[in-house]
């Protein structure tokens, strides 16, 4: 039996097999707005967050107070570009890497495209590991942290197989199971939860550095922002899906990384946590924190554990979108074949990183965030400078298809100059897969290239701390996102002037 008879047979199922090609406008019907809360907070009520949340205290000796206002503060601001990313996936019917090739181009779309998929790698690894390591602490050490990754990644295979419609029920149920564990977790050891004073005065440096550490865990979700939304009713009020996205990052994200925050800086004071988190193991340290409640505390650790596959799936899902952006050919494969891929992939990266889980999670999350600001600034700059005035960039250019026209399959005649109302007519959707049509992506890479030039000196990394970050700690993120819209808007501008054409 071929491919293509696998997935028709498939489909019959219920399992989506949809890759990268744009949602006809009149099958974007799905008014269920909530399920996109769902998505984000599943995804981020887990273990890997509250592991996030613990290296203020354990790796920048931060104290629980300035941990909890760093992660707070930054969080409300780091939350708003894949909220509003978000919104997107409705107007357009585009996955949110597809999206990208209206400012990067056809061809340069690989670039972050790669960059996306490592990024979605490094988040799977991670929580392979934590839930593995959890896994392995219930057992008693009988189950290795090798099973336990396997075992974590092949459920999440086949959740992410399934597709849209089974990630979004399992990710409205999955988060109630992990608010148990938490509420019971904060009554078996809340007494025990205090801040000792830091041993040294909070530097700026430690906390932009931590800063950084926590823009990169939300900001590069701006990547697969619109990849939940692209089957949304067109009709409803942007402002709605931004605030269910919204309060689906800043919720879990916040509430998760300060309870993390808050065990960490007890662990010096309790011997019991100390003992436990001797291998850095995240699932000891829980193991032993509910150990007053016996076999109950068991039962919650291993629901813990499974808390990471709400992410993992999710992920493999975008994962597979994205490598189609990557290499452009494979869109005509079914999606959750990639799924398959990005398992092979993560299981053995999974199992050589385990043992070294806080200096892999220190150092993926404080470098995802430069290329994830370079992106954000790119995309945004583009939407609402060069799509948004398209009308008066090019009063007499080239007119653009309506969104009417997606739903043929061979290119129409354009029907209406670039729009003066709605930006998103300015997006040419019939030509979503020509290169000639969309941007060099010229503009796009240099700009962030260019970017980097600043940003690099601002880096403070494990085995990097560049001359600015030795004074202002890790400001990487802030000046890529700042330098790269600077430079892009007169770099774009000149490649408008030159085609003649958006």
């Not at 390591?133 to 992410?160: M, R």
């Not at 990630?167 to 801040?195: F, I």
Request: hydrophobic share 45%.
């Amino acid at each position: 039996m071929g491919l293509g008879k696998v997935s028709s047979k498939l489909f019959t199922w219920g399992i989506e097999t949809r890759g990268i090609y744009p949602v006809p406008h009149e099958q974007r019907t799905d008014r269920h707005f909530h399920k996109i809360f769902f998505i984000w907070f599943s995804m981020n009520f887990n273990i890997l967050s509250f592991s996030a949340g613990t290296t203020g205290p354990l790796v920048y000796g931060l104290s629980l107070r300035d941990s909890s206002l760093i992660i707070l503060f930054f969080n409300l601001l780091c939350c708003l570009p894949p909220a509003y990313l978000s919104t997107w996936g409705p107007k357009l019917g585009l996955r949110q890497m597809c999206q990208s090739r209206y400012s990067f181009g056809f061809y340069g779309a690989i670039v972050p495209s790669i960059f996306s998929l490592c990024t979605m790698t490094g988040f799977m690894i991670l929580n392979c590991i934590l839930g593995g390591q959890t896994l392995s602490a219930v057992s008693g050490g009988s189950l290795n942290w090798n099973v336990g990754i396997v075992i974590i990644a092949v459920l999440s295979l086949l959740l992410s197989f399934c597709g849209y419609k089974v990630l979004n029920w399992y990710e409205r149920l999955s988060w109630l199971p992990v608010l148990v564990v938490y509420l019971v977790a904060l009554g078996v050891g809340g007494k025990q939860l205090s801040s000792p004073p830091a041993s040294e005065p909070t530097t700026a440096r430690a906390v932009l550095s931590f800063g950084s550490i926590l823009a990169g865990f939300v900001l590069t979700y701006s990547p697969m922002g619109s990849d939940y939304t692209t089957y949304m009713d067109t009709r409803v009020s942007s402002w709605k899906i931004f605030i269910y996205s919204y309060l689906g990052y800043f919720l879990p994200i916040v509430s998760c990384q300060c309870i993390g925050a808050a065990f960490a800086a007890a662990i010096p004071l309790v011997p019991a946590w100390s003992e436990a988190y001797v291998d850095e193991s995240i699932g000891d340290l829980f193991s032993t924190i509910l150990a007053p409640t016996n076999g109950f505390g068991k039962f919650l650790t291993v629901l813990l554990s499974l808390s990471v596959t709400a992410n993992i799936a999710p992920t493999m899902y975008s994962f597979g979108l994205t490598f189609q952006v990557f290499i452009p050919f494979c869109a005509h494969l079914p999606r959750y074949v990639f799924s398959i891929l990005s398992t092979a992939i993560v299981i053995p990266l999974a199992v050589v990183g385990a043992h070294k889980f806080y200096t892999t999670l220190t150092n993926f999350l404080g470098l995802i965030g430069y290329w994830g600001s370079c992106f954000i600034s790119v995309v945004l700059i583009e939407h609402f400078v060069f799509r948004k005035y398209a009308y008066h960039l090019l009063p007499s250019g080239r007119p653009v298809p309506t969104q009417q026209n997606l739903s043929s399959t061979t290119k129409t005649s354009p029907t209406h100059l670039y729009s003066k109302e709605d930006v998103f007519e300015n997006y040419d959707i019939v030509y979503w897969n020509t290169a000639k049509e969309l941007p060099s992506g010229l503009a796009a890479l240099g700009a962030s290239i260019l970017s980097f030039g600043l940003v690099v000196p601002c880096m403070d990394q494990v085995w990097f701390v560049g001359p600015i970050a030795e004074t202002t700690g890790d400001i990487g993120f802030e000046v890529a996102l700042v330098l790269t819209a600077i430079f892009y808007l007169p770099l774009r501008y000149l490649e408008v002037r030159i085609r003649g054409k958006i």
